[in-house]
Nanobody, 121 residues
Framework: QVRLVESGGGLVQAGGSLRLSCAAS????????MGWYHQAPGNQRVLVAD???????TYADSVKGRFTISRDNAKNTVSLQMNSLEPEDTGVYYCNGAFSYQRGGPQYSYWGQGTQVTVSS
């Protein structure tokens, strides 16, 4: 099994910054892509940013130039640096990862429990 634990959420004023971190643990063999998703109140969960094992990144248009995703493969962690935060960034942020248990085997998606980010205007 895999466990993803997020940290770093909180309350910040518009224009401020937060850094989210997610640590993976468990008996997996490898991790593929890891990402961060945002779920605003009453809305569906949407991709914010993801990063492959090789470091290639993808960002939602709404966060380009403001958020930066990074990962430490040695520590099985992924982080999201969020700058110039806007009230629209408020919501729960979830960490996601694709994990394999065998070399060349299928990947399984796991989610963290989420961390709340609130941006006040």
């Amino acid at each position: 099994q895999v466990r993803l634990v997020e940290s770093g959420g909180g309350l910040v004023q518009a224009g401020g910054s937060l850094r989210l971190s997610c640590a993976a643990s468990g008996s997996f063999r490898s991790i593929g892509s890891m990402g961060w998703y945002h779920q605003a109140p009453g809305n569906q969960r949407v991709l914010v940013a993801d990063i492959t094992g090789g470091g290639s990144t993808t960002y939602a248009d709404s966060v380009k130039g403001r958020f930066t995703i990074s990962r430490d493969n040695a520590k099985n962690t992924v982080s999201l640096q969020m700058n110039s935060l806007e009230p629209e960034d408020t919501g729960v942020y979830y960490c996601n990862g694709a994990f394999s248990y065998q070399r060349g085997g299928p990947q399984y998606s796991y989610w963290g429990q989420g961390t709340q980010v609130t941006v006040s205007s």
